[in-house]
């Protein structure tokens, strides 16, 4: 197989250097706090298989100091065992992920050396003022073996110098992808055609690689996720159903249909929803494009207040918007 | 105000050749057989003025000899009466549009000249190999007085060579507006990006615009309309909450709110949620993205099959991909 990176993809070309990544416990995991079910987390794990998804994310690797393991699910914390009773010593083509926030994670004492986990992945999120903090992390998780990544959140708030200097910083830390993250799902394609080039550009000439997550508050999760593809980012986010935080994120299923290479199953993915999604909807668990969402995208702004408005059964969007802009 | 059209857009100008038109009550009237309330269609222009949209649909064009009255709302036939009902002589900037289907209405009879009439647009839609009777209908209906659009449907099943004649011949009639119809919500931007510069460039070449009607099947109905207006294609179809046949158009709240014209003001529209679409939604009118509709999009499928799915309440998506397939 032809491994070298094609960065000029058309809508027939299958590119190898392409993955995708399975989010939907950890972004999901802040919708229900982390409750899935162990038939969930199971079922999940292998329709991801079976899918031909590349990376699975099973949580947070979140500081129990700082979080009481009573107040969350188990998928807030990660613990090595409750990985290894979904996976065993994963026997798979599939990596696994963990997320660890900068400031929210004890990763000297809790991550163990890759050798004795059956992690593959770290990802490490952080806001653009912290990024020395997470090139300390970043240092430290590739010597103890893994794969890691650097997810600078919250962009769409940073001015151009300071994410120049932000990437320019990672460039030359050892990390292997830098993630384009658009936290409030506020930004335009036209937009992450720009962000992506500046991304690949400061990336491929440090021999590293790009990935992306998205945000659905304006319905463009999908969109700008195809378009960063299309402009050589690689690692792809998806969530199942598009599960995630608020507006939630990039639908896997549409992402599958829409990637080439054969190996990607989007069936896989469509029986898992028959089976768990439409359950946990009708369970009231409440994730999705709405108008509070659209509200907070528009206005560049954290979605935590359509958060609020949709958890009250707010409907008078006009006063939400109102009480927003009074905040700017 | 420069009225010269502005062909390369970028995301802070604003382009006076850009119109917004609302089809709320055509395309959303195919999802519960056209049955607004007076109220709801009394609102909803009010509201469009307040938004600063162009054109208001008010539906089609219907044939009486071939649809029986009774069994439709009267947003089907948009008697001349009916219609002044709402707006009387129609004294706001708001331009009245209905849609006249080629082969299933009686234009020359059902449509008065302009002179006595308060409509002022009569958008054609037809099939690529109806061409010839649509240009007679547009030379007839420009003959009458109005401004005239035809919609060319189903594009996506259309050859490219095809495709092309039928461009050319439509650029030598007298219509001013060629519209890229995406019935089955089937493509992605990039497609659209191709599109739009092909429909540009020959409508231009005849001094005419080009609009866009998208499907929301791949949660792409918003961000294929930018697309398509970055090409410099001008006419952006939308409906509020998206309403519309299967997956729905692209959401009005999200075009205006993305547009710059500082005319454009989506509280307005917002309101009008607020006040018509929850109830409407409460009442169990269905549309909007549903697994169904990602598989006829992905499948370029037209969406019937779909909305029989859902309204038998099914929910064994991975049958009806394969149901689906067998048909191809």
Chains 1, 2 share one sequence.
């Not at 960065?7 to 229900?32: A, E, F, Q, S, W």
């Not at 079976?50 to 914390?77: H, I």
């Not at 937009?191 to 491929?204: G, M, N, R």
Request: proline fraction near 3%.
């Amino acid at each position: 197989m032809n491994t070298e990176p094609c960065n000029k993809r058309t809508l027939m070309d299958y590119c190898p250097d392409i993955k995708v990544m399975d989010c939907t416990l950890r972004d999901g995991g802040l919708v229900n706090n982390f409750s899935f079910t162990d038939e969930f987390v199971r079922d999940l794990y292998e329709a991801n298989i079976k899918a031909g998804v590349d990376y699975m994310e099973f949580g947070y690797k979140a500081s129990k100091e700082l979080f009481d393991p009573k107040s969350f699910g188990r998928w807030k914390f990660c613990d090595e065992k409750d990985i290894r009773a979904i996976v065993g010593e994963n026997k798979s083509p599939l990596k696994i992920s963990i997320m660890a926030d900068v400031g929210r994670c004890d990763y000297k004492k809790d991550i163990p050396a890759k050798k004795d986990s059956v992690v593959d992945m770290v990802r490490v999120a952080t806001y653009i003022h912290q990024i020395p903090t997470a090139i300390e992390m970043i240092e430290h998780l590739k010597k103890k073996g893994y794969e890691v990544t650097v997810n600078v959140m919250a962009v769409s708030k940073v001015n151009t110098d300071d994410l120049d200097a932000g990437l320019a910083l990672l460039s030359r830390s050892s990390v292997d992808t830098i993630y384009l993250v658009d936290s409030f799902g506020s930004f335009y394609p036209e937009q992450i055609t720009k962000l992506s080039q500046k991304y690949v550009e400061t990336a491929e000439a440090a021999g590293k690689n790009v990935g992306i997550h998205a945000h659905n508050n304006q319905q463009l999760a999908f969109a700008n996720t195809i378009e960063a593809c299309r402009m050589g980012v690689s690692l792809l986010d998806a969530t199942v159903s598009g599960m995630g935080r608020g507006a939630g994120n990039c639908y896997m299923e549409s992402l599958l249909s829409f990637l080439k290479n054969p190996k990607y199953d989007e069936i896989a993915i469509i029986r898992f929803v028959e089976k768990h999604m439409l359950k946990l909807k009708a369970e009231g668990v409440v994730w999705g494009y709405d108008i509070p969402y659209l509200v907070t995208g528009i206005l560049n702004s954290h979605p935590s207040s359509a958060i609020k408005f949709i958890k009250e059964q707010r409907t008078d969007y006009c006063n939400f918007m109102q009480e927003l802009l009074d905040l700017e």
